[in-house]
């Protein structure tokens, strides 16, 4: 046969297998969508994610939402090294905001993207480590994203994704966590189905924070009000697995209120409702371990053939976890 025709032939299967081939559901895809159009400054593609996500109830692979993805993506870029791209992003968003300025999304994009500046200035380490400059540098940013908030609190009223960063804004200024937890419940008033204001508002209940055990609790069995039994258990456990990641790892059971029956039956759920998530299987039998329930942990290990080590906590400790749990589960 000829060779050019060979060519095309390959070609023309390779064109119809790629147009054949399902995309990504938005839940499997929003966050690197989201992420690229904000590293490209691209305005109306995020507009479009955000309103495909506000009204999509599918979850990803493992259990995630669209939208909380497409939030997460947006407040990205904390730890980014260069200040010219924070001082980029802080213009960029306000000329979105000047643009759109009925719209909550493009504030309060730009009030993340005043708090990514803020913390490069300050730095992540310990305040002991910061000079006063930087602290300097690090409190008149952060004044000056309360002062834009307070000019546009009546267009970010209401809005989910404004009641995260307002929470953020208000814990980074030290405000307590009172105050925080009620700009997180004035989102919630309009969009009382929202979780990701309530995982979003974890980390500000931490230790570090000046958070506590008991304030932990309340926040966790306040998101469970009203949802089914199955529904409420398993966001029992991702907002208790967020707080693993947050803080407290491997000290969970010993240093919070979290009850392992609960978490145990919501971990059951997780597994059946998402059984392509490898992450979930394996998160299943590391809590179970760390919560010294034998029994679990051998039954959730048997599945597993090859670690998924960024659920036993990434890395060469990943690693060390998973065989560690391997021979406590099943030692004769």
């Not at 980390?203 to 309340?218: F, H, R, T, Y």
Request: glycine fraction near 6%; proline fraction near 4%.
């Amino acid at each position: 046969m000829n060779v050019k025709l060979l060519l095309w032939a390959g070609a023309l299967w390779c064109v119809q297998a790629v147009a054949q081939a399902p995309l990504p559901s938005l839940a499997n895809s929003a966050y690197e969508r989201a992420h690229r159009a904000m590293y490209w400054a691209d305005w109306d593609e995020l507009e479009r994610l955000d309103a495909a996500a506000r009204v999509d109830p599918e979850r990803a692979r493992n259990g995630g939402l669209a939208l909380c993805q497409v939030r997460e993506a947006m407040g990205g870029g904390h730890g980014n090294p260069s200040l010219a791209y924070h001082e980029a992003r802080v213009a960029g968003t306000l000329a979105w905001a000047q643009r759109r300025p009925e719209l909550a999304l493009a504030h309060a994009a730009h009030l993340e993207a005043l708090s990514g500046l803020a913390w490069f200035h300050r730095g992540s380490g310990y305040a002991n480590t910061v000079s006063e400059q930087r602290f300097r540098d690090f409190r008149a940013t952060l004044d000056r994203a309360q002062a834009y908030a307070e000019q546009h609190a009546a267009v970010l009223s209401g809005d989910g994704f404004a009641a995260q960063v307002m929470a953020e804004l208000l814990r980074d200024r030290g405000a307590s966590v009172a105050q925080q937890l009620a700009a997180a419940r004035r989102g919630l008033a309009k969009e009382p189905w929202d979780e990701c204001i309530y995982r979003s508002v974890i980390n500000n209940l931490m230790p570090k924070w000046g958070g506590s055990p008991q304030q932990l609790e309340a926040w966790v069995r306040e998101a469970m009000r009203n949802l089914p039994e199955a529904e409420a258990s398993m966001r029992y456990v991702r907002l208790y697995n967020d707080a693993v990641g947050h803080h407290y790892e491997q000290s969970l059971f010993e240093d919070t209120l979290v009850q392992w029956p609960l978490m145990r039956e919501g971990l059951k759920r997780m597994v059946a409702t998402h059984p392509q998530s490898e992450y979930w299987r394996n998160r299943r039998a590391f809590l179970a371990c760390m919560a010294k329930d034998r029994d679990t942990a051998a039954e959730a290990l048997e599945p597993i053939d090859k670690p998924d080590l960024d659920a036993w906590g990434g890395g060469s400790d990943g690693q060390r976890n998973y065989q560690a749990c391997r021979r406590w589960a099943l030692q004769s």
